[in-house]
C-alpha cells in the first residue's frame, strides 16, 4: 500500500515536471556548462602535480594552469548564471499553470482547501521544483566529477585509490543519516511557517472584528504561542545542525586522513611522489564536495515530491467547461428567456438543501424570491448563475436545458448585485468597467455612475474616476460599494439582473437611493430579487415563497397575502418593524 503511495507520488512529480512546459534548452545549456568545468577542473590536479614535481619556473605549465582554471572558473559562472535564470522560469511557468486551473475550477473546490493552503501551493510549493531540477543537475555534474576523479586516482595509484574504498560505506551512512533528520526538521519549519503566514492572514483583513470585541490580547497569546512553536521547530533543527556539522566534517577528516598517512606511507616506501599525493588530496576534496550534494538532493526531492503530490491535487481537477453545444443567442431565438427550474434538488456536499423546486421565471419580468433565513434563497441564486449544478432536475431557458449553453456566455448574461459587493483593489473607473471586454469611454462610465446615483459622491473625490478603491473597496462606505457595483451592473446591460440582498446592509438613506437606482435598472430586464424586506419587493410581478429548501407559495403580494399563511405572518412581521421605525 505505501510503496504504491509512493509511486503515485513520483508519478505526480514527473507528470507535473512535463506539464509545465520547462525550459530544456536553458537547462541543457547549464548542464553542457557545467559538465565542461568539470572536466577542466579534473584536469587541474595534474597540472598541479608537475607544478609541485619542480615545474615550478616552467612559465608554459603556470601559463596552462591559470588559463585552465580561468577557463573552469567562468563557465562555473555561466552554469550558475542558467541556474539563476531557469529556477524563476521553471516557478513561473508551473505557477502559471496552478493559477490557470485555480480560477477555473468549479466553485465546489474551493470549498475542500482553505484559501490560505491555496496560496502556499501557488507561493511555496512551487519553488520546490525548481530546486530540485537544479538540484538533479548539480548530481549529476558531481558523479561525473567524482567518476573522473577516482578513474584518475586509480591510474596514479591503485593502492591509495583502493584505501578509500572501505570509508565509501561510512559516507553514504552519514550522509543518509544527516540527510534524513535535516529533511524532517526543516519540513516541521516549514508546516510552522505555513500555520504562521495562515494565521496573520487570516486576521489582519478581520482586525476590525478583534478590536471591536476588544480581543487584542487573545490573539497576541495566539501568535505568541504559534510563535513558540515555530521556535521549537527551529530548535530542533538547530540541534540537527548541532550533528549533521561534526559528521559531515568527519566524513572530510577521514578520507582526506587517509589519503595524507598512507600518502605517506607510500612515499616513505618510494611507491608515490608527494607531488602525486597533494594531487590525490584535491581529488579528495573534490569528491568530498560532491559527497555534500547527495546529502542536500535526497533532502531536495522528498520535499519537492511532497509539494508536486499537493499541486498535482489541484491539477487534477476538472475545470469549469465554459463550451457546451448550444451558445445563448440561439437558444433565445428559438425558445426566448423564461428560466425554469424543474424538479431541482440540491446538497452542498452531504447537507440537503433544496428539495424538489418547481417556477418559472417569466422573460423581462420582475420575480422575488423571499422566505426565512437559511431557506437556500442564495442557493438558488448559485444554482442560477450556474456556480453549481443541481443534484437532481434541471435548469431550463424556454425548452433548452441551461447546462447545455455556453457557460462563458451565460455568466456575461447576468449582472449580479449582492449584499456585499466585492470590489478589487484599483480605481473606480476599473470597478465599474471590471468585467467589460469592449472599450469603455469615460463618458459612458459616467452616465452608468449617474444611473446609479454614484456620480455625486464619485465628483466629489478629487481624484473623480481615478481613486483608488482600496483593499476589497475599503475607502468607500457600503452604500458607495453597492452603488458602484449597480453602476457596473448598468455598464454591462444584461439581459438577467441577480440582485441578493443588494440593499440590506445599507442606512435608510441610502437604501433609498440605492434601491431608486434599481428600479432604474430593472426596466426591461428579467430581475430575480431576493430579499427580507418585503417593501421592496411587493411590486414585484412574482414572489416566490421558499422555506426549508421547498417552494411554500407563489403568486403577486395580494394573492399570497390573502393565501399563503408564511408569507402573511413574514408581510406583518414587516408591517410591525415599520410602524416601530415610524415611531423612532
Ligand atoms: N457554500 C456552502 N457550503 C455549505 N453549506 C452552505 C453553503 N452556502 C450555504 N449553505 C447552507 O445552505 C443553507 C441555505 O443557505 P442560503 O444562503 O441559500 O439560505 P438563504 O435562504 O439565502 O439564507 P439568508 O436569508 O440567511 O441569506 C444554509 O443552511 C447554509 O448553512
Same mark, same amino acid.
Given at each position: 500500500?505505501?510503496?504504491?503511495?509512493?509511486?503515485?507520488s513520483?508519478?505526480?512529480f514527473?507528470?507535473?515536471?512535463?506539464?509545465?512546459?520547462?525550459?530544456?534548452?536553458?537547462?541543457i545549456?547549464?548542464f553542457?556548462?557545467?559538465?565542461?568545468?568539470?572536466?577542466?577542473?579534473l584536469g587541474?590536479?595534474?597540472?598541479m602535480?608537475?607544478?609541485?614535481?619542480g615545474?615550478?619556473?616552467?612559465?608554459?605549465?603556470?601559463?596552462?594552469?591559470?588559463l585552465l582554471?580561468?577557463?573552469?572558473?567562468?563557465?562555473?559562472?555561466?552554469?550558475?548564471?542558467?541556474?539563476?535564470?531557469?529556477?524563476?522560469?521553471?516557478?513561473?511557468?508551473?505557477?502559471?499553470?496552478?493559477?490557470d486551473k485555480l480560477i477555473?475550477?468549479?466553485?465546489?473546490?474551493?470549498k475542500?482547501q482553505?484559501?490560505?493552503?491555496?496560496?502556499?501551493?501557488?507561493?511555496?510549493?512551487?519553488? #520546490?521544483?525548481?530546486?530540485v531540477?537544479d538540484?538533479?543537475?548539480?548530481?549529476?555534474?558531481?558523479?561525473?566529477g567524482?567518476?573522473?576523479? #577516482?578513474?584518475i586516482?586509480?591510474?596514479m595509484?591503485?593502492k591509495?585509490?583502493?584505501?578509500l574504498?572501505p570509508?565509501?560505506?561510512?559516507?553514504l551512512?552519514?550522509t543518509?543519516?544527516?540527510?534524513?533528520f535535516?529533511?524532517?526538521?526543516?519540513?516541521?519549519?516549514?508546516?510552522? #511557517?505555513?500555520?504562521?503566514?495562515a494565521?496573520?492572514?487570516e486576521?489582519?483583513?478581520?482586525?476590525?472584528?478583534?478590536?471591536?470585541f476588544?480581543?487584542?490580547?487573545?490573539?497576541?497569546?495566539?501568535?505568541?504561542?504559534?510563535l513558540?512553536?515555530?521556535y521549537?521547530?527551529?530548535?530542533?533543527?538547530?540541534?540537527?545542525?548541532?550533528?549533521?556539522?561534526?559528521?559531515?566534517?568527519?566524513?572530510?577528516?577521514?578520507?582526506?586522513?587517509t589519503?595524507?598517512?598512507?600518502?605517506?606511507?607510500?612515499?616513505?616506501?618510494?611507491?608515490?611522489?608527494?607531488?602525486?599525493?597533494?594531487?590525490?588530496?584535491?581529488?579528495?576534496?573534490?569528491?568530498?564536495?560532491? $559527497?555534500?550534494k547527495?546529502?542536500?538532493?535526497?533532502?531536495?526531492?522528498?520535499?519537492?515530491?511532497g509539494?508536486?503530490?499537493k499541486i498535482?491535487?489541484?491539477?487534477?481537477?476538472?475545470?469549469?467547461?465554459?463550451?457546451?453545444?448550444?451558445?445563448?443567442?440561439?437558444?433565445?431565438k428559438?425558445a426566448?428567456?423564461? /428560466?425554469r427550474?424543474e424538479?431541482?434538488?440540491?446538497?452542498?456536499?452531504?447537507?440537503?438543501?433544496?428539495?424538489?423546486i418547481?417556477?418559472?421565471?417569466?422573460?423581462?419580468?420582475?420575480?422575488?424570491? $423571499?422566505?426565512?433565513?437559511?431557506?437556500?434563497k442564495?442557493?438558488?441564486?448559485?444554482?442560477?448563475e450556474?456556480f453549481?449544478?443541481?443534484? $437532481?432536475?434541471?435548469?431550463?431557458?424556454?425548452?433548452?436545458?441551461?447546462d447545455?449553453?455556453?457557460?462563458?456566455e451565460?455568466?456575461?448574461?447576468?449582472s449580479?448585485?449582492?449584499q456585499?459587493s466585492p470590489?478589487?483593489?484599483g480605481?473606480?473607473?476599473?470597478?465599474?468597467?471590471?468585467?467589460i471586454?469592449?472599450?469603455?469611454?469615460?463618458?459612458?462610465?459616467?452616465?452608468?455612475?449617474?444611473?446609479?446615483?454614484?456620480?455625486e459622491?464619485i465628483?466629489?473625490?478629487?481624484?473623480?474616476l481615478?481613486t483608488?478603491?482600496?483593499?476589497?473597496?475599503?475607502?468607500?462606505?457600503?452604500?458607495?460599494?453597492?452603488?458602484i457595483a449597480?453602476?457596473?451592473?448598468f455598464?454591462?446591460?444584461?439581459?438577467?439582473?441577480?440582485?441578493?440582498?443588494?440593499?440590506?446592509?445599507?442606512?435608510a438613506r441610502?437604501?433609498?437611493?440605492?434601491?431608486?437606482?434599481?428600479?432604474?435598472i430593472?426596466?426591461?430586464?428579467?430581475?430575480?430579487?431576493v430579499?427580507?424586506?418585503?417593501?421592496?419587493?411587493?411590486?414585484?410581478?412574482q414572489i416566490?415563497?421558499?422555506?426549508?429548501g421547498?417552494?411554500n407559495?407563489?403568486?403577486?403580494?395580494?394573492? /399570497?397575502?390573502a393565501n399563503?399563511?408564511?408569507?402573511?405572518?413574514?408581510?406583518?412581521?414587516?408591517?410591525e418593524?415599520?410602524?416601530?421605525l415610524?415611531?423612532?
Open positions: 500500500m505505501q510503496e504504491s503511495k509512493n509511486q503515485h513520483w508519478r505526480e514527473f507528470k507535473l515536471i512535463f506539464k509545465s512546459k520547462l525550459p530544456w534548452h536553458l537547462y545549456a547549464g553542457v556548462a557545467a559538465i565542461l568545468s568539470t572536466t577542466l577542473s587541474l590536479p595534474l597540472v602535480q608537475q607544478i609541485m614535481a615545474k615550478i619556473f616552467d612559465s608554459e605549465i603556470v601559463k596552462k594552469y591559470i582554471s580561468s577557463i573552469a572558473i567562468s563557465l562555473a559562472a555561466v552554469s550558475a548564471f542558467f541556474v539563476s535564470i531557469t529556477g524563476p522560469v521553471t516557478k513561473r511557468n508551473i505557477q502559471r499553470t496552478l493559477w477555473r475550477m468549479p466553485m465546489r473546490q474551493y475542500k482553505p484559501s490560505q493552503q491555496l496560496i502556499s501551493r501557488v507561493t511555496q510549493d512551487t519553488s #520546490f521544483i525548481d530546486q531540477i538540484y538533479f543537475k548539480m548530481l549529476v555534474v558531481s558523479s561525473y567524482m567518476i573522473g576523479s #577516482f578513474v586516482m586509480y591510474n595509484n591503485v591509495l585509490t583502493l584505501a574504498l570509508v565509501i560505506p561510512y559516507i551512512i552519514v543518509a543519516v544527516v540527510g534524513h535535516t529533511q524532517k526538521t526543516q519540513h516541521g519549519v516549514q508546516e510552522q #511557517f505555513a500555520g504562521i503566514t494565521f496573520f492572514a486576521r489582519l483583513p478581520r482586525v476590525r472584528l478583534i478590536k471591536s476588544g480581543k487584542e490580547q487573545k490573539e497576541i497569546d495566539d501568535a505568541n504561542y504559534i513558540r512553536e515555530q521549537k521547530a527551529e530548535k530542533k533543527r538547530a540541534y540537527v545542525d548541532l550533528f549533521a556539522e561534526p559528521l559531515m566534517q568527519s566524513v572530510q577528516a577521514i578520507i582526506q586522513g589519503v595524507l598517512l598512507y600518502g605517506a606511507y607510500l612515499v616513505s616506501k618510494g611507491e608515490m611522489k608527494v607531488s602525486q599525493v597533494i594531487s590525490f588530496f584535491m581529488y579528495v576534496a573534490f569528491i568530498h564536495n560532491s $559527497v555534500l547527495y546529502g542536500l538532493f535526497w533532502q531536495m526531492l522528498k520535499q519537492a515530491k509539494a508536486s503530490e498535482s491535487s489541484i491539477l487534477d481537477t476538472n475545470s469549469e467547461e465554459m463550451k457546451k453545444q448550444v451558445s445563448m443567442e440561439e437558444v433565445q428559438k426566448g428567456g423564461d /428560466l427550474l424538479n431541482v434538488s440540491f446538497s452542498y456536499e452531504d447537507k440537503n438543501i433544496l428539495s424538489n418547481n417556477f418559472t421565471i417569466p422573460e423581462g419580468k420582475f420575480t422575488a424570491i $423571499v422566505g426565512p433565513s437559511g431557506g437556500g442564495s442557493t438558488i441564486l448559485n444554482l442560477l450556474r453549481y449544478d443541481p443534484n $437532481v432536475g434541471r435548469i431550463l431557458m424556454g425548452n433548452q436545458p441551461v447545455e449553453i455556453h457557460l462563458d451565460w455568466r456575461k448574461s447576468i449580479y448585485v449582492s456585499s470590489l478589487l483593489s480605481t473606480i473607473r476599473d470597478n465599474i468597467t471590471y468585467g471586454d469592449r472599450e469603455v469611454s469615460d463618458e459612458e462610465v459616467r452616465i452608468a455612475a449617474e444611473m446609479a446615483d454614484a456620480l459622491f465628483d466629489e473625490f478629487p481624484e473623480g481615478d483608488e478603491v482600496g483593499e476589497f473597496g475599503s475607502q468607500l462606505s457600503g452604500g458607495q460599494r453597492q452603488r449597480i453602476a457596473r451592473a455598464i454591462k446591460d444584461t439581459r438577467y439582473l441577480i440582485l441578493d440582498e443588494a440593499t440590506a446592509s445599507l442606512d441610502s437604501e433609498n437611493e440605492v434601491e431608486n437606482s434599481l428600479k432604474d430593472m426596466v426591461g430586464r428579467t430581475t430575480i430579487m430579499a427580507h424586506d418585503l417593501n421592496a419587493v411587493k411590486h414585484a410581478d416566490i415563497v421558499i422555506d426549508s421547498k417552494v407559495g407563489i403568486g403577486n403580494h395580494e394573492e /399570497l397575502f399563503n399563511p408564511l408569507y402573511r405572518r413574514l408581510a406583518e412581521i414587516q408591517q418593524k415599520d410602524s416601530r415610524a415611531i423612532l
